[in-house]
Structure formats: structure tokens, C-alpha cells
């Protein structure tokens, strides 16, 4: 496999062209943090469909959005349909047992925005959100309406199609989330309807 040669040693790139189970987990992780332009964009593909499954067990180990960042390059809506569903499959898996596990509820968020990725949408991962417990769904709730309200925006550093918050605002403004959040007695709970309701007054002024 070639990549470029100031990044990569050698012996990397020659461990990262053959069986993906020996393939050291810094490497694994170093290559899907990678430059997608680092590599031959073909040889790049192939790396990612024999690697998936090994970035899905780093982003367990290792939560974080950028780990997927690189499927679009990697020509991802083009794989045989088999190997999508075995990508997609783990995924999901991995969000609901974080989500069923109260001690890595603050992994989620990295977890949410990595998804998304395979469909360059939030819109099916937030429906997903809809069916955890109300008190995780306070949490993101809180959490997102703090980056809106604060920050001016969602931060989704990784994901470059147009308006990729686009699903999260309207999820935030949605009758049915205010809905259930006004029938959560916790401080994440009442604190995302505040911020919710901050969020409509500025869209009315």
C-alpha cells in the first residue's frame, strides 16, 4: 500500500495491505485519523472495507467522530451491500449498549456525530436518540441546545455535507421532544427546555 512516506513508516503501510486482524490498534486508529489524500484513493477503498470492522472496535476503545470521517472518500455508498450492512450492524450495536450503560453516556456524543457518516444525515441517528430513556435523551437534548444557543451553532467539525445540523435543530424544535422533555423531572430535562424555548424566541425576533 502506498501513503505518503512522511507520515507513514514502511512497514505500516506494508501491515495496513494485508489481514486487518494482526493490524496494531495505534495503526488502525492512526489510519482512519489519517489525510484521506495521503493514500491512492483505490487502495484507500480497500483498506477501509478490510479495516471497518477494526475502526469499530477503536471507536469503542476510543470514542471519537473523526474515526469515520473518511468513508465518503473510501466510496462507501458504492460497497456491495453486504459489507455496508456489516459496518452499519456493530455501529448501531455499539450506540445502543453505550446508550444502555449509564457510566459512558458522555461517550455518545462523539459516537452520535461518527454515525452519521455512513449516511451523511443525522436524521436516522436521531430517531434512534428517540428511543433511548428520558434521561438520556434530556442530556443531549441539554447538550445540543447549549452549542446552539452558545456557540452559534453545532460544532460538527467532520461532517462536510451541506447543513449537516440542519436535522438536529429541527429535532431540538420539535413538538414532540419539548413534549417529553416537559414531562422529565430532572435538571438536564428542565434546563433543555429553557434553552429550547431561548431557541424559538431568537428565531422569532
Not at 114 to 137: E, G, H, K, N
Amino acid at each position: 500500500m502506498r501513503g505518503c512516506g512522511l507520515c507513514w513508516s514502511q512497514a505500516e503501510l506494508d501491515v495496513l495491505d494485508g489481514d486487518p486482524e494482526p493490524v496494531p490498534a495505534a495503526v488502525v486508529q492512526k489510519f482512519a485519523w489519517e489525510s484521506t489524500d495521503h493514500f491512492e484513493r483505490d487502495e484507500y477503498e480497500l483498506a477501509w472495507r478490510r479495516l471497518g470492522y477494526r475502526v469499530v472496535q477503536e471507536l469503542e476503545r476510543f470514542p471519537d467522530d473523526k474515526l469515520t470521517a473518511g468513508l465518503q472518500w473510501a466510496r462507501w455508498p458504492s460497497w456491495p451491500e453486504a459489507e455496508r450492512t456489516a459496518l452499519r450492524a456493530p455501529i448501531t450495536d455499539l450506540i445502543g449498549r453505550v446508550a444502555g450503560d449509564q457510566e459512558r453516556w458522555r461517550q455518545l456524543d462523539e459516537l452520535i456525530q461518527a454515525a452519521p457518516q455512513l449516511d451523511q444525515d443525522m436524521t436516522p441517528w436521531l430517531r434512534l436518540v428517540d428511543d433511548f430513556q428520558d434521561a438520556l435523551v434530556a442530556q443531549l437534548a441539554e447538550s445540543y441546545a447549549g452549542d446552539y444557543t452558545y456557540s452559534n451553532g453545532f460544532m460538527l467539525i467532520w461532517m462536510t455535507w451541506d447543513e449537516p445540523g440542519r436535522p438536529i435543530l429541527d429535532w431540538l424544535l420539535s413538538p414532540a421532544l419539548r413534549s417529553r422533555l416537559s414531562g422529565v423531572d430532572t435538571r438536564n430535562a428542565q434546563r433543555a427546555v429553557e434553552l429550547i424555548d431561548l431557541m424559538v424566541e431568537f428565531s422569532i425576533r
